[in-house]
């Protein structure tokens, strides 16, 4: 065996390594409506926390990442708290067959309030923020644990965040959390109030969370291993 071929059987074997090696992240953070001072907070642990687990990243504010060249290096785009119109019809046009391939998106926080115009979009991210009230306390009832982005967390997380109230959630949402709206105030979606879900959309795979807004939110280690899980069930990994 020469060495090239001892090599690559080394680097097979190693635990973890074959099944990242060849997955690549976009994290894009653009905004043209609000922006959140957390997004730097956020791209940095996110990158931190997947490069800990070997998927690659490149973080950008460039919409021009969005055509079929430049998106062909990566494995999904990840909408770090996006707001705003982001994106030209030709760049529509390549995040779309991007997804028809069967490639992935994560959406984080404000990406629900984002191409607020596009129905596409908002049947990717599987609803669009509606309002807000003010960062407390809320309590989280988790209700699929068998998803790799809550297996870890408790049946019942309280977690303080800025709770989005959403409009035009799709049918056929897998829905992983919800809102118990008696336990903070100003909730308006009422006894049903989904904050995170997955599904798989023409042709790709989505997970987006609702949470995200502070700084103080990306320290916390079951907020963390929520992000990570979503990001690995997306790319199809363990």
Same mark, same amino acid.
């Given at each position: 065996?020469?060495? @090239?071929?001892? @090599?690559?059987?080394?680097?097979?074997?190693?635990?973890?390594?074959?099944?990242?090696?060849?997955?690549?992240?976009?994290?894009?953070?653009?905004?043209?409506?609000?922006?959140?001072?957390?997004?730097?907070?956020?791209?940095?642990?996110?990158?931190?926390?997947?490069?800990?687990?070997?998927?690659?990243?490149?973080?950008?504010?460039?919409?021009?990442?969005?055509?079929?060249?430049? @998106?062909?290096?990566?494995?999904?785009?990840?909408?770090?708290?996006?707001?705003?119109?982001?994106?030209?019809?030709?760049?529509?046009?390549?995040?779309?067959?991007?997804?028809?391939?069967?490639?992935?998106?994560?959406?984080?926080?404000?990406?629900?309030?984002?191409?607020?115009?596009?129905?596409?979009?908002?049947?990717?991210?599987?609803?669009?923020?509606?309002?807000?009230?003010?960062?407390?306390?809320?309590?989280?009832?988790?209700?699929?644990?068998?998803?790799?982005?809550?297996?870890?967390?408790?049946?019942?997380?309280?977690?303080?965040?800025?709770?989005?109230?959403?409009?035009?959630?799709?049918?056929?949402?897998?829905?992983?959390?919800?809102?118990?709206?008696?336990?903070?105030?100003?909730?308006?979606?009422?006894?049903?109030?989904?904050?995170?879900?997955?599904?798989?959309?023409?042709?790709?795979?989505?997970?987006?969370?609702?949470?995200?807004?502070?700084?103080?939110?990306?320290?916390?280690?079951?907020?963390?291993?929520?992000?990570?899980?979503?990001?690995?069930?997306?790319?199809?990994?363990?």
């Amino acid at each position: 065996m020469n060495y @090239l071929k001892l @090599l690559a059987v080394l680097l097979l074997t190693v635990p973890g390594l074959s099944a990242y090696s060849q997955k690549k992240v976009l994290i894009f953070s653009k905004t043209t409506g609000f922006r959140h001072e957390s997004i730097p907070k956020g791209v940095k642990t996110v990158t931190q926390l997947l490069e800990a687990e070997q998927i690659k990243t490149v973080h950008t504010e460039n919409a021009a990442y969005f055509c079929s060249d430049s @998106l062909a290096k990566f494995d999904a785009v990840l909408f770090l708290s996006t707001t705003g119109d982001i994106f030209n019809a030709e760049q529509k046009s390549a995040f779309q067959s991007f997804i028809r391939s069967g490639k992935g998106f994560i959406g984080i926080h404000a990406a629900t309030d984002t191409e607020h115009n596009w129905p596409w979009y908002g049947q990717l991210v599987g609803g669009y923020f509606a309002s807000h009230p003010a960062v407390q306390n809320a309590k989280i009832d988790v209700v699929d644990n068998k998803h790799p982005s809550t297996a870890q967390l408790p049946a019942v997380w309280w977690h303080k965040d800025e709770w989005y109230d959403f409009k035009n959630v799709q049918p056929g949402l897998h829905i992983l959390m919800t809102l118990d709206e008696k336990s903070y105030a100003d909730g308006k979606m009422g006894k049903f109030h989904p904050i995170a879900w997955f599904q798989t959309f023409d042709g790709g795979r989505m997970f987006y969370t609702g949470l995200g807004h502070t700084d103080a939110a990306y320290d916390v280690a079951a907020f963390q291993q929520h992000i990570v899980g979503g990001v690995k069930y997306v790319l199809q990994v363990d």
